[in-house]
Nanobody, 120 residues
Framework: EVQFVESGGGVVHVGGSLRLSCAASGFTFSIYDMSWVRQAPGKGPEWVSL????????NYADSVKGRFTISRDNAKNTLYLQMNSLKPEDTALYYCARWGDYVIHPSKRWGHGTQVTVSS
């Protein structure tokens, strides 16, 4: 069974930083493209970032480009999201997903997620 455990969220001031982690299990992590997705209160899911399983290439939503960095450690089956220069509009529940699963089921969440709150 595919499982994700997200952690690292919290409350930070505008301009602060957080590093999120996503521990994956139940599948061969190293062969899947992985993504971070977020959902703000009262809004639908928003794709944040993607990392390729092969060459490690990355993509970002325009709203986070230049501020967030996605990475992965295949030996630890863990996905990361370094978030810098945080803004109030980054406040959301953040969760990880296999990219292919997210494309097919964009509203589904596989883990509990981790809450990020940016206070102004």
């Amino acid at each position: 069974e595919v499982q994700f455990v997200e952690s690292g969220g919290g409350v930070v001031h505008v301009g602060g930083s957080l590093r999120l982690s996503c521990a994956a299990s139940g599948f061969t992590f190293s062969i899947y493209d992985m993504s971070w997705v977020r959902q703000a209160p009262g809004k639908g899911p928003e794709w944040v970032s993607l990392i390729n399983h092969g060459d490690g290439s990355t993509n970002y939503a325009d709203s986070v480009k230049g501020r967030f960095t996605i990475s992965r450690d295949n030996a630890k089956n863990t996905l990361y999201l370094q978030m810098n220069s945080l803004k109030p509009e980054d406040t959301a529940l953040y969760y990880c997903a296999r990219w292919g699963d997210y494309v097919i089921h964009p509203s589904k969440r596989w883990g509990h997620g981790t809450q990020v709150t940016v206070s102004s």
